[in-house]
Each structure stands twice: as C-alpha cells, then as structure tokens.
C-alpha cells in the first residue's frame, strides 16, 4: 500500500546503477515502475532489471543505455515484465537469472516467482527488491499466487543482509535493508492481529475483514487489500489446521 518510506531515502544510488523510471504512475505503481540499469565502472555493457510496461519511449531511453548486455526480472507482474520482448528486439539483449556480481536470491511471497539480486560491484552492495520491497507504503501479498507464510520468510532472509541500500521496484531507493525488512515483519503481525478481531467481531468474508481492517484506506485500494486479507486468512487457517475455519478464503 502507499505510504512514506519507512526508513528515509537513501542520499544517493551506488556508482554503478541508473534509475530510469516508467511513465505509468498510479495506486499500484506509485511514481511508476523503477527499471534499473547496472554497469560496473569500465564496462561499456549494461544489464537491466525490469524493463517495465510497454511504453517505447521508455523502452527506447533504456536501449540508449546499451549496449544491453542482458535483462534480469524480478517478478512477472506486467508493469515489469510488458516491455521485455520490445526492448530485446531493439537490444538483442537476453533473458539472465544471473550477471557477474549479481546474486539471485529467491523471495517468494508477493508473487510465487518474486526473486530480488543481490548486487555487489565496485566495492558497493545494494539489494534489488522488485515489489517485495517498496520504496513507499508496504507490499500486496497477491494471493492466491502470493503466499504470506513465503513472504514472512523471504522477508526474514532479507533482514539478513544487514544495513545496506535497497533499490525497489517502485518508489525511493531506501538506506536499510535489515531496518525495513523488520518494519514489514512487524507490520505483518500487527496485520493479523487486526484480522484476528475482526474475525471475532463477525466477519466471515475478505470483503468484510477489509471494510473493517482497512476502513481508513482509500477504497481505491481496497481491491488490492482484499488479496492480502485472503493471503492472511489462508495463513491463519493453515495456523491452526484443526480449527474451525468458518471464514471465505476464496
């Protein structure tokens, strides 16, 4: 959902990554889709992380980067992934997994395929986070492909990495992976708590654990909120298998 960063803005990006962001600003996308352009000093190739919607100025802007070497995807969500087979006919570049100094670390949750890349060039690290991250607000665990128990952990993996930048798939590069990763962590359970009464209050459906739960957001969003509440009620049902689930998760 949209909100502040929660950690600050980062003062500046690493030497060796360009933000070239897409034009498709809105509730989702917040200022729009953060594409990311990496090139270690010295090397005339680039790789870029999520090509974004399929805009040709935009796309065009990334092939002026070039030569693409490579493109790498964070998740399959089409506000990333529309522009890929455009850029490639104007680059030659290829689908990677990985790129030299790039790590690819599994983080499924958001979606069941969400990776984000580890990046370490030029004596600089940063964490690409696609959306399981965002530089605003908090991350829609898109369920039924999105899966809270998965994000839970792959959000712990991250708060492994300890103190350094996170480059988000949309919104404001943030200083602190370790520190945002335990805010979503605490914002998560304090989520469910919020079911939890909710469900005590009455509610029997997602629809009405977010008219509760979620009152205070822009209805705007609450489609998106209904995708994380039937993540959550999944996760609470699969809890406590041997209670009486007596709420919709469909």
Known sequence: MAGEPVVGV???LPSWA???RAPNPGPMTLAGTNTWVLRPAGVSSCVVVDPGPLDEGHLRTLADQGPVAGILLTHG???HTDGVDRLIELTGAVVMNESPG???IVTPGHTGDSVCFLVELDGERAVLTGDTILGRGTTVVAYPDGDLGDYL???ELLEGLGPIPVLPGHGPPLPDCAAV???YLEHRKVRLDQVRRALDAGATTAGE????VYADVDRSLWTAAEWSVRAQLAY???ESPDAHVRWDTS
Request: hydrophobic share 50%.
């Open 10 to 12: 980062a003062d500046q």
């Open 18 to 20: 360009t933000l070239v």
């Open 77 to 79: 969500h089409h506000d």
């Open 102 to 104: 790039v790590q690819r």
């Open 153 to 155: 952990r792959s959000l």
């Open 181 to 183: 990763a335990r805010h």
């Open 209 to 212: 654990v977010v008219e509760i």
């Open 236 to 238: 609470l049902a699969a």
